[in-house]
């Protein structure tokens, strides 16, 4: 059955590929995003596809999100992907940051409850906070450091009260699901100093610079192309029911490669995906609060969705080598 589904951040890393997806399925979509981190260029071939519509505006505001629906002329489902990421931003523009995270999401249920659509949060692992117990379960605690400290759970805690958020939403009858991609990387993403890992180390290769990994490089993450994790947003925001036949409102579903590497290994493995182009690793810096092991359980996603991560790290990397090589 086709959906009319809004997208907000549908110009960013994980949202344009959602829309891609969602319109390869052949529902009617509208991307709204105000170019903060998303880019235009993103969307520009999606364009004069005959159901897609991008609208520049703010998720914090009605009016703009409303214009989405006047689109569509009714929406089921909104995919609310809108965000400020980035480890840079979360110590620099923590105001804002909180900002876009809780007021945005306030502003997008809001008028999913309006227009009696599904709402899919994208939350983050960042929302289980300081938790030391791995794997993270998608009931794991969640575990902040005093405000104090420094800066970087911005945006980890307000994903946490955006779930918060979420779950009263729920419980006041909306049909609402949270999912949280641990370490998305591909082509797309972010790759200067206020993007992600990956993108960044890439980005040094590209410019023929040593790559920076931070403290020892001995902290571990999961790290899960965007193929998979855009699979498993589809699913969250499709399915009805689950495959066991359990409801799905309201329920969390980590979406994670089960491959722990450290960064160091990271490095290593993208020199070695780059061959002849392999530059220096370079040791040092980081940001406080960044945390040492980050390891998903995602069997929610696995016994309700049928969602598991199939790439492995070595073939997820050779595809965004392959795509950064072809993308202007």
């Known amino acids: 059955m086709t959906q009319r589904v809004v997208v907000t951040g549908g110009a960013g890393f994980i949202g344009v590929s959602l829309v891609e997806r969602l319109l390869n399925e052949g529902h009617r979509v509208v991307a709204i995003d105000n170019l903060f981190r998303g880019r235009k260029a993103h969307v520009e071939h999606l364009v004069p596809h005959e159901h897609f519509t991008f609208v520049e505006g703010d998720v914090t505001s009605p009016a703009d999100l409303q214009a989405c629906h006047e689109v569509l002329g009714s929406v089921d489902l909104v995919h609310h992907l809108a965000a400020i990421n980035g480890t ?37 692992p960042e929302a289980f906070g300081d938790e030391v117990s791995m794997p993270l379960m998608e009931t794991s605690s969640s575990v902040f450091p005093p405000a104090s ?53 890439f980005s040094a290769v590209q410019q023929q610079q040593p790559m920076l990994v931070h403290g020892t490089g001995e902290q571990t993450r999961c790290f899960t192309h965007i193929s998979d994790i855009v699979e498993g947003f589809y699913l969250a925001g499709k399915m009805d ?28 493995a993208i020199n070695d995906t780059v061959g002849s182009q392999a530059v220096d690793i370079v040791l040092g810096g980081g ?3 960044d945390s040492q092991r980050r390891v998903p359980d ?30 202007p």
């Open 298 to 327: 995602c069997k929610s996603a696995c016994e309700r969705l049928g969602w598991s991560s199939r790439l492995t790290l070595s073939e997820g990397l050779a595809l965004m080598w392959a795509n950064l090589q072809s993308t």
């Open 149 to 201: 400290a420094h800066q970087r759970f911005s945006y980890g805690a307000s994903k946490y009260l955006d779930e918060v958020a979420v779950h009263h939403a729920v419980r006041s009858g909306l049909d609402a699901r949270i999912v949280r991609p641990f370490n998305a990387y591909g082509h797309r993403m972010v790759g200067d100093a206020y993007g992600q890992v990956v993108g960044m180390m």
């Open 88 to 124: 840079k931003w979360f110590h620099e523009e923590a105001r804002q940051v909180i900002d876009v995270n809780i007021n945005g999401t306030l502003c997008a249920l809001t008028k999913a409850e309006e227009w009696g659509a599904r709402f899919v949060l994208a939350s983050s």
């Open 241 to 268: 029911k689950g495959l066991d036949g359990t409801n799905l409102s309201g329920v969390e579903f980590n979406l994670g490669s089960e491959e722990e590497t450290t960064v160091l290994s990271l490095a290593n």
């Open 287 to 289: 940001y406080p609060g």
